[in-house]
């Protein structure tokens, strides 16, 4: 059963860059087939797709957040990154990395990160 | 952008109890619209995939139904552990989430 694990700094400073990485077990990034995706739910509020990235590096992004959004794939670890640059309040929420396909069936278990000088 | 929207926002159900559930899409998604289960501090839970298809483990008092723009989960008889958020997700056109529908004992 793959899992799915998000690591990062919980508190970021307002302009700074918001760096996240999950990495992946019981399941290879390189086996193809998926798409691993980053999501976030802002507090109490509901669910917002970041983007998300394939085995090859190909990316897709939330047109709303792609000017500021990258996502990148570490195959030798079997992890995937997000960084958010220019963060603001409105940055606040909690972030899930997902493997996708059609839909997301495995998530982690998310990670709250603060944007508050 | 293709809005979602979820009603009511708010369901008072016993356990025992039919729950209806709607999502109504901006335009059509076709049937590439799924539900979602989130508990307060977890992760959502894949339920319904295609409009209609459970996911793997979903049992089957939970079914759901439509296509276009309309859409409905049905979870027959509320068991304790079916209080929780519910929300859809099309991936007709980039992938978007509705409000969600919470789902509380009455």
């Known amino acids: 059963q793959v899992q799915l694990q998000e690591s990062g700094p919980g508190l970021v400073k307002p302009s700074q860059t918001l760096s996240l990485t999950c990495t992946v077990s019981g399941g290879s990034i390189s086996s193809g087939g998926y798409y691993w995706s980053w999501i976030r739910q802002h507090p109490g509020k509901g669910l917002e797709w970041i983007g998300y990235?394939?085995?090859?590096?190909?990316?897709y992004y939330n047109p709303s957040l792609k000017s500021r959004v990258t996502i990148s794939v570490d195959t030798s670890k079997n992890q995937f990154s997000l960084k958010l640059s220019s963060v603001t309040a409105a940055d606040t929420a909690v972030y899930y990395c997902a493997r996708t396909t059609l839909y997301s069936e495995n998530w982690g278990q998310g990670t709250l990160v603060t944007v508050s000088s | 952008e293709i809005v979602l929207t979820q009603s009511p926002a708010t369901l008072s159900l016993s356990p025992g109890e039919r729950a209806t559930l709607s999502c109504r899409a901006s335009?059509?998604?076709?049937?590439?619209l799924a539900w979602y289960q989130q508990k307060p501090g977890q992760a959502p839970r894949l339920l319904i995939y295609d409009a209609s298809n459970r996911a793997t483990g979903i049992p089957a008092r939970f079914s759901g139904s439509g296509s276009g723009t309309d859409f409905t989960l049905t979870i027959s008889s509320l068991e304790p552990e079916d209080f929780a958020v519910y929300y859809c997700?099309?991936?007709?056109?980039?992938?978007?989430f509705g409000p969600g529908t919470k789902v509380d004992i009455k």
């Open positions: 997700q099309q991936r007709s056109n980039w992938r978007t």
């Open positions: 335009q059509s998604v076709s049937s590439y």
């Open positions: 990235i394939y085995y090859s590096g190909s990316t």
